[in-house]
C-alpha cells in the first residue's frame, strides 16, 4: 500500500454568500504526479492555499505527512539577488548560514541544468532557467513535496514542452511527489499519474482518472490513442 503524502476530506470554503469548494477529497501518495483540472475561477488555488495553511478551511480536513514547498505561476525571483542567492534564500530566511546554504544548494544546480549561471542575475537567464531556478528553491525548502500552480503558465509553448520533459526526467530521478495545478489538458495527461477534474463553483470533484499508459516513457503519450481517449472524457467532464 502507498504511503499517502496529501489527503484532503471532505473541504468546503466560502467566502461571504460565495461557496467555492463543496467537500473536496482527494489523495497524493508518495512518488506520485497528481493534476487538478477545473474551469477558470473555479476554486483551484484556493484549495492550494488550504493545503499550504494560508487560508483555513470551514469544514473537512487536511492531512500532510512531510514538508511542503509552494511554488506560484510566476518565478518571483528578486532581480537584485543572483541565481544562487534567489535558490538559497528560504535557508537563509530559516536562519541557515549563508556558507551553509550554499554547500546544500550547489550539488542540484546541475541536475537542475544550471550550472555555470551560479552568479548570473535574473534578467540574464532564459524564462526556462529563472522557473529551473524557482524549481530548485522550491525544491530546496521543502524536500519531498511539490505544490505547483500553473507552474509553466508564463513561457513560450517550446520552452513549456522543454521544461515538461525536463520535470518527468528530474521527478523520476529525485523522487518528487508532485502535486499539481494546471488549465492545460495536455500538460495534464502527459505529466500525470492520476487527473482529478473539478466542477465549475462551488467546485466538486467530478471526475478521478488514472494515466496508467507509456509510465515508463511519458514523452510517449503524446502519440498513443489512449492519450486522446482520456482528453476527450475530461473535456466531457468540463462541459
Known amino acids: 500500500m502507498k504511503e499517502e503524502k496529501l489527503v484532503l476530506k471532505?473541504?468546503?470554503k466560502s467566502f461571504g454568500e460565495k461557496d467555492v469548494l463543496n467537500k473536496i477529497s482527494l489523495d497524493v501518495c508518495a512518488g506520485?504526479?497528481?493534476?487538478?483540472?477545473g474551469p477558470s475561477g473555479c476554486g483551484?488555488?484556493?484549495?492550494?492555499?488550504?493545503?499550504?495553511?494560508?487560508?483555513?478551511?470551514d469544514?473537512?480536513?487536511?492531512?500532510?505527512q512531510g514538508k511542503v514547498g509552494y511554488m506560484q505561476q510566476k518565478d518571483l525571483l528578486l532581480p537584485w539577488k543572483t541565481c544562487l542567492e534567489n535558490v538559497i534564500l528560504p535557508d537563509l530566511l530559516a536562519g541557515v548560514s549563508k556558507e551553509e546554504a550554499t554547500k546544500r544548494a550547489m550539488p542540484f544546480f546541475k541536475e537542475f541544468q544550471l550550472d555555470g549561471f551560479e552568479q548570473n542575475y535574473p534578467r540574464e537567464m532564459s524564462g526556462g532557467?529563472?522557473?529551473r531556478a524557482s524549481f530548485l528553491r522550491t525544491f530546496l525548502s521543502c524536500g519531498d513535496i511539490l505544490l505547483l500552480d500553473e507552474p509553466f503558465g508564463a513561457v513560450d509553448s517550446i520552452t513549456r514542452g522543454n521544461?515538461?520533459?525536463?520535470?518527468?526526467?528530474?521527478?523520476?530521478?529525485?523522487?518528487l511527489t508532485i502535486f499539481m495545478i494546471t488549465h492545460d489538458i495536455d500538460e495534464a495527461i502527459l505529466l500525470s499519474d492520476r487527473i482529478y477534474v473539478l466542477s465549475d463553483k462551488p467546485a466538486?470533484?467530478?471526475?478521478?482518472i488514472i494515466v496508467d499508459f507509456s509510465t515508463e516513457e511519458k514523452k510517449d503519450r503524446l502519440f498513443d490513442?489512449?492519450?486522446?481517449e482520456i482528453k476527450k472524457r475530461i473535456l466531457e467532464d468540463l462541459m
Open 163 to 175: 521544461l515538461q520533459q525536463w520535470l518527468i526526467d528530474v521527478t523520476a530521478r529525485l523522487g
Open 225 to 228: 490513442p489512449a492519450f486522446l
Open 10 to 12: 471532505d473541504i468546503c
Open 204 to 208: 466538486a470533484i467530478r471526475d478521478e
Open 44 to 57: 483551484k488555488s484556493t484549495m492550494m492555499n488550504i493545503l499550504t495553511g494560508i487560508l483555513p478551511a
Open 59 to 64: 469544514s473537512g480536513t487536511v492531512d500532510v
Open 129 to 131: 532557467m529563472r522557473q
Open 32 to 37: 506520485e504526479h497528481v493534476t487538478v483540472l
